[in-house]
């Protein structure tokens, strides 16, 4: 079985510019979630997506967007990137009778000078 | 505001003994704990869960202990195995069905040979 997906694996940026990451989840997975992991921290969640609605969103600024496609995958897309976004990105994925249970993808690597 | 906090920042135990790492919450609200593993530039990946319904949740060497008065949980190896050395988070999550899930700092355990 596949596992959840995302590309790309590494990613650099300069500030002010704008990036999207992908995430494609497990197959039968309807839920896809985004967290952003700073060094020596744990997780932070920043959006959750359901049948290609919004169910949950964190404490995150406007900058960060993102959505969900009729095939579940999902973008996470960030803009006006500053230092600060430089973090792992992690998408995790939930089956539909147990949505809190989350399977993570190995993240996208993003750093921006 | 800290909802879920794993204190110690690391945790070193010899082979074959138990390893216990320890989370505590702040939130009455949360009805369902988690603890996953994260192995360097690799996504968490999903250990146990626990509902609040319960107080005990075994599966092989992890077991997962819940004390919902003290607000308090703890995952239990054993025996260890040097493999089991990770970072090691616990996340909480309620009843708002939002797919948040709230994680700790996170705990490093060493396992000895």
């Known amino acids: 079985d596949t596992g959840v997906t995302q590309s790309p694996t590494h990613l650099i940026k300069t500030r002010g510019q704008q990036v999207t990451l992908r995430c494609s989840p497990i197959?039968?997975?309807?839920?896809v979630s985004w967290y952003q992991q700073v060094l020596g921290q744990g997780p932070q969640f920043i959006f959750q997506?359901?049948?290609?609605?919004?169910?949950g969103r964190g404490n995150f600024p406007d900058r960060f967007s993102a959505r969900q496609f009729p095939n579940y995958s999902s973008e996470l897309n960030v803009n006006a990137l500053l230092l600060g976004d430089s973090a792992l990105y992690l998408c995790?994925?939930?089956?539909?009778?147990?949505?809190?249970?989350?399977?993570f993808g190995p993240g996208t690597r993003l750093t921006v000078l | 505001d800290q909802q879920v906090k794993q204190n110690s920042p690391s945790l070193s135990v010899q082979e074959g003994r138990i390893s216990i790492l320890n989370c505590d919450y702040t939130?009455?609200?949360?009805?369902?704990f988690l603890w996953y593993k994260k192995y360097p530039a690799e996504g968490p990946t999903f250990l146990i869960s626990?509902?609040?319904?319960?107080d005990k949740n075994e599966d092989g060497r992890f077991t997962v202990f819940l004390n919902k008065s003290a607000k308090h949980l703890s995952l239990h190896i054993v025996p260890s195995q040097p493999g089991d050395s990770a970072v090691y988070f616990c996340?909480?999550?309620?009843?708002?069905?939002?797919?948040?899930?709230?994680f700790g700092q996170g705990t490093t355990l060493q396992v000895k040979p």
């Open positions: 995790a994925s939930a089956p539909p009778m147990s949505t809190d249970t989350q399977y």
């Open positions: 197959s039968g997975h309807k839920s």
């Open positions: 997506y359901y049948e290609k609605e919004e169910r």
């Open positions: 939130n009455s609200m949360f009805d369902y």
């Open positions: 626990i509902s609040s319904i319960k």
């Open positions: 996340a909480a999550t309620g009843s708002s069905n939002t797919g948040k899930l709230i």
